[in-house]
């Protein structure tokens, strides 16, 4: 099977929005992934094959709390029909190769525990799992409103996606961090603030739940440091 990789265009809206409803069972309006291919700082490639786009990888770029510059594997769908025929592992080397010619230090990827076929995917091409497992964690926006408070030990990283735009959490976790996210959630008028924890940490988990945060789904963290790095 023939299969080509390039970059996404507001062409692609439709087919891309279809196979996120196929893969996620989620909804995503086509003004979205158009205003999504046309902003600069995301980076949308798709897979076509005799002319038809049969999956995408969605990549942005973010900086770590020492300034590392990463490439975020964030979204990865393919078309039911084309499941089992490589068309995944062609969007993660095109994506590791997008990441070595940006000269970023590191790409990473976010897996669900039970996604066995990305993390083979992911193994096959040298990237490394996380040792521990950890939650993804959310908060939605409502109208309650925090004081920023001076925090330096965590890490605020504004994401706007394909299917939301909110706020990464990193970093120590504290009631300061948790209320400094929020605060800015609520004034920029985003979704949701997002927390990735090792859920064998109690006490954070716990202090997330009395923040009102809903416990998702469980990952595991998978990295590959690129020699090219960016210091």
């Known amino acids: 099977m023939d299969v080509i990789i390039r970059p996404a265009t507001i ?29 600069s700082n995301t980076i949308i490639d798709v897979a076509v094959c005799e002319g038809q786009v049969v999956g995408f990888v969605e990549n942005f770029v973010t900086r770590s709390i020492d300034n590392q510059l990463r490439l975020e594997l964030d979204l990865l769908a393919v078309h039911p029909d084309f499941h089992g025929q490589g068309v995944g592992r062609k969007l993660i080397v095109w994506s590791v190769e997008f990441a070595r010619a940006l000269t970023v230090h590191q790409i990473r990827a976010l897996i669900a525990t039970t996604n066995s076929s990305m993390r083979h995917l992911c193994a096959d091409i040298g990237m490394a799992k996380d040792e521990y497992e950890s939650g993804l964690f959310t908060w939605s926006c409502d109208e309650k409103a925090f004081n920023i408070i001076a925090d330096i030990t965590s890490h605020l990283i504004r994401v706007n996606t394909l299917t939301y735009d909110g706020i990464w959490l990193e970093g120590m976790l504290s009631q300061s961090a948790i209320e400094n996210a929020q605060n800015m959630t609520i004034r920029q008028t985003l979704d949701v603030v997002g927390v990735v924890y090792p859920i064998q940490s109690k006490a954070g988990v716990q202090l997330l739940h009395d923040n009102s945060f809903v416990h998702i789904k469980n990952f595991h963290r998978w990295t590959l440091n690129l020699q090219n790095d960016s210091s």
């Open 11 to 39: 062409d692609d809206a439709t087919a891309i929005a279809k196979i996120i409803h196929m893969a996620f069972d989620e909804e995503v309006d086509q003004d979205r992934v158009i205003n999504q291919i046309m902003i």
